[in-house]
């Protein structure tokens, strides 16, 4: 019989919950947690950060099972700008697994953001899987108007990333948690077996659902 671990139980048990939710649905609470967190005032995401962004990665409601063990799951998408550098391509889907969050106590739900700054971040999105912090650069964002007060840690990142827990928003570091594509919510959207490679490169138009959150990140992220 095989065996499994107590944290593999619990992945288990949090992906459950998660697959609950439709992609659309998903969707559409990704547009709500981004303008949630821009339209706050002096404590959203810098825009000359996301002026610069490549990709931006967005996990509503990311699950953990126990305190002490450490286990997490989420569904999110990524979206990435256009080939010529302007407005943002069709999402696709991913999933977390692991790290450390920085949960508040008692917590057992978060809304991370991730911030892809260059093109070598992109290229990772592309893999089947990789981890942040050992296969990706990656380190808590500043939280602002501007990123004037940014380290140079943070500046050389190739991610920066951010969570939302009982209404606190700040940079956390996410190191070793693991991101690799959603194949079920990416087939759920686009009606067909279909990688994020293949998404991401702009290969398929994006879904009705996916307006939201473009219009949502056009309005923040704009580049002169």
Partial sequence: ??????????????????TAETAQERLASSAE????????PDKGIPQDLLAK???????????????????????????????????WGPPAAVKVEGGSVGFQIGGSSTDVVMV????????????????????????????????????????????????????VFAGISLSGATLRPDADVNEELYGKKIGNREVLSGEVEPPPAA????????????RK
């Fill in 53 to 87: 962004a490549q990709c931006v990665i967005i996990v509503p409601g990311l699950k953990k099972g126990a305190i002490l063990l450490g286990g997490q799951y989420g569904r999110g998408f990524a979206e990435c700008r256009k080939e010529d550098g302007f407005g």
């Fill in 211 to 222: 307006a939201a959150l473009r219009s949502e990140l056009d309005k923040y992220s704009m």
């Fill in 116 to 167: 892809v700054m260059n093109k070598r971040g992109m290229q990772k999105l592309l893999r089947d899987k990789f981890t942040l912090g050992a296969d990706a650069s990656v380190a808590a964002g500043p939280v602002g108007r501007t990123a004037n007060a940014a380290t140079d840690v943070r500046m050389d990142a190739e991610i920066l990333a951010w969570s939302r827990s009982k209404g």
């Fill in 1 to 18: 019989m095989r065996k499994f671990t107590f944290n593999t139980v619990l992945i288990l048990s949090l992906a459950a919950i998660a």
């Fill in 33 to 40: 947690v981004f303008q949630e967190v821009m339209s706050t």
